[in-house]
T-cell receptor, first 111, second 114 residues
Framework: GENVEQHPSTLSVQEGDSAVIKCTYS??????FPWYKQELGKRPQLIID?????GEKKDQRIAVTLNKTAKHFSLHITETQPEDSAVYFC??????????FGKGTRLHILP | EAQVTQNPRYLITVTGKKLTVTCSQN?????MSWYRQDPGLGLRQIYY???????DKGDVPEGYKVSRKEKRNFPLILESPSPNQTSLYFC?????????????FGPGTRLTVL
C-alpha cells in the first residue's frame, strides 16, 4: 500500500526566514497531494494542494512543488511569521479516495 | 454555518463497553471519513464513505465499524473498545468523492479507554 514519509519531524527557523518540509510517497497511482496545518488543540485545515498534472503551485507565501518521477513533493513557506508555528501534514491520495498522511512536522518560528 | 460536528468531544470509557461517536455535516457532502491521530503517527484513515450505503476500509479499520444510512451522518462504532483505541478522532467531509477538493475536519473527539 501507499507509504508517505515526511521530513523533518521538527523544524525551527528564525522569523522572516524560509521553511521547507519534504515528503516522499510510494504509490505511483497517487494523484492528489494536500498539505494541512494543525495549530495546537485545533483541527487540521488545508493550506494548499497540488494535483499530479501540475509541477508547482503558489499561494502568497506558501508554495508546493511536485516531482512525479522522484515521487516527492515539498512545502515552502517564505518570510515566516509567528502564526506559522504549527504542525504540518503532507498527504497523498489516489483516485479511490484512500488517503495516507505523513507523520507531521512541528514548525517553530523563533523570534 | 457550514460545519462538521462530532459528539461527544471527550469520552472516558472502560474496556469492552460499546460506544458510538457521531459525525454530522450540513454541507451536503458526498464523501465522509474517519481518522485517528496519535503522537508521532500523524493522521491515519480508519474508514471512509464515498456516498450513502458505500463504505470502505482505510489504513487502520480493525476494531471499528461505520455506517452511512444518510448523507449527512457517518457514525463511528467501537463494539468492544480496548486501551489501544485511546486516541484523538477526527471526522471529515468533502464535496465530491474522487475529486481534488478540500476535506473539512470536525473539532475532534478525545477518547480514553481504561
Amino acid at each position: 500500500g501507499e507509504n508517505v514519509e515526511q521530513h523533518p519531524s521538527t523544524l525551527s527557523v528564525q522569523e522572516g526566514d524560509s521553511a521547507v518540509i519534504k515528503c516522499t510517497y510510494s504509490d505511483s497511482a497517487s494523484n492528489y497531494f494536500p498539505w494541512y496545518k494543525q495549530e495546537l488543540g485545533k483541527r487540521p485545515q488545508l493550506i494548499i494542494d497540488i494535483r499530479s498534472n501540475v509541477g508547482e503551485k503558489k499561494d502568497q507565501r506558501i508554495a508546493v512543488t511536485l516531482n512525479k518521477t522522484a515521487k516527492h513533493f515539498s512545502l515552502h513557506i517564505t518570510e515566516t511569521q509567528p502564526e506559522d508555528s504549527a504542525v504540518y501534514f503532507c498527504a497523498a491520495s489516489t483516485w479511490d479516495d484512500k488517503i495516507i498522511f505523513g507523520k507531521g512536522t512541528r514548525l517553530h518560528i523563533l523570534p | 454555518e457550514a460545519q462538521v460536528t462530532q459528539n461527544p468531544r471527550y469520552l472516558i470509557t472502560v474496556t469492552g463497553k460499546k460506544l458510538t461517536v457521531t459525525c454530522s455535516q450540513n454541507m451536503n457532502h458526498e464523501y465522509m471519513s474517519w481518522y485517528r491521530q496519535d503522537p508521532g503517527l500523524g493522521l491515519r484513515q480508519i474508514y471512509y464513505s464515498m456516498n450513502v450505503e458505500v463504505t470502505d476500509k482505510g489504513d487502520v479499520p480493525e476494531g471499528y465499524k461505520v455506517s452511512r444510512k444518510e448523507k449527512r451522518n457517518f457514525p463511528l462504532i467501537l463494539e468492544s473498545p480496548s486501551p489501544n483505541q485511546t486516541s484523538l478522532y477526527f471526522c471529515a467531509s468533502k464535496d465530491v468523492a474522487g475529486g481534488y477538493n478540500e476535506q473539512f475536519f470536525g473539532p475532534g473527539t478525545r477518547l480514553t479507554v481504561l
